[in-house]
């Protein structure tokens, strides 16, 4: 398999569920990026790993939590979410700067 | 407050009708300025980088540049497989790793 690759695609949980997204990358790049995009709204930064270390953390609530165990892998863990948290999640990886970044087709994700 | 604006929100042309997308930015310094295309129910696909004012680069029907305060997206003679949505981004100077800010996007509609 190559790219990058999200799962579950889409997700439908409630205010009190605890669920994860999870990102996978095929590339060999060093560095892992959560992104959320809501309607009608830019896309926004949330999180950065480069090298498995956490770079960037863009003022994200600690229901937000993500979590990097290799430069492969990266997830983010939700919980206690809010209905206006719905969004699509788009996980994302590239080497060195942004230069090129590489997308996963995302996490449609529900609040009830 | 933006500081990448897109315009149009949304445009139609017939197949073979060409025209501009535009991308404004207010950022103080340009690290890079980058377009995405995104299709329905995927994540932003790259096109193009561009770093200074009189930059051009050219994919097939595309031809993006730069000048120090806008890039244009130009379509030549699109056909249906070009509706998409398409992505500005820019990534301020002295940015940190994975900071880009990205417009709202242009929902483009070919149709035959």
């Known amino acids: 398999e190559t790219g990058v690759t999200q799962t579950p695609r889409h997700l439908v949980m409630g205010m009190t569920n605890k669920k994860s997204l999870k990102c996978e990358q095929h590339l060999g790049h060093n560095a892992m990026y959560w992104y959320k995009q809501s309607a009608k709204k830019p896309l926004e930064l949330m999180f950065v790993?480069?090298?498995?270390?956490?770079?960037e953390n863009n003022s994200v609530p600690s229901r937000f939590s993500p979590e990097c165990p290799n430069s492969s892998h990266l997830f983010l863990h939700l919980h206690t979410l809010q209905p206006e948290d719905s969004a699509l999640y788009l996980c994302?990886?590239?080497?060195?700067?942004?230069?090129?970044?590489?997308f996963g087709s995302g996490t449609q994700l529900s609040v009830l | 407050e933006d500081q990448v604006t897109q315009s149009p929100e949304a445009l139609r042309l017939q197949e073979g009708e060409s025209s501009s997308l535009n991308c404004s930015y207010t950022v103080s310094g340009l690290r890079g300025l980058f377009w995405y295309r995104q299709d329905p129910g995927k994540g932003p696909e790259f096109l193009f980088t561009l770093y200074s004012a009189g930059e051009e680069k050219e994919k097939e029907r595309l031809k993006a540049t730069l000048t120090k305060k806008e890039s244009f997206l130009h379509i030549t003679a699109p056909k249906p497989e070009d509706s998409a949505t398409y992505l500005c981004a820019v990534q301020p100077r002295g940015s940190t790793l994975g900071r880009l800010y990205f417009g709202r996007g242009t929902q483009l509609t070919v149709w035959p």
């Open positions: 790993y480069s090298l498995e270390e956490r770079v």
């Open positions: 994302a990886s590239s080497q060195d700067f942004p230069e090129k970044l590489f």
